[in-house]
């Protein structure tokens, strides 16, 4: 395996653990806008990626937290 196709493995695990930060996210997006630079063993990560930072950012919150701001009638 190459070092670049070795690097952007591991920022896929930090991506898909939750530990990635703008600049790895960022340098995913890189990669992965160049179609045709990606090789097979990356298609479906690459697909998963795209997929998952075209959805919107929803925020968790707690059941407690709900509770704190529900109104009462």
């Known amino acids: 395996m190459n070092e670049e196709i070795y690097q952007i493995k591991q920022l896929l695990n ?13 340098r995913l997006d890189r990669y992965f806008a ?4 990606v090789p097979e063993e990356l298609i479906v990560d690459r697909d998963l990626y ?13 059941y407690t937290h ?3 701001h529900e109104t009462v009638l």
């Open 34 to 37: 160049d179609m045709k630079s």
């Open 66 to 68: 709900l509770r704190a």
């Open 50 to 62: 795209i997929a998952s930072r075209k959805r919107p950012h929803i925020e968790v919150v707690s």
């Open 14 to 26: 930090l991506y898909y653990s939750g530990l990635s930060s703008q600049i790895d996210e960022k």
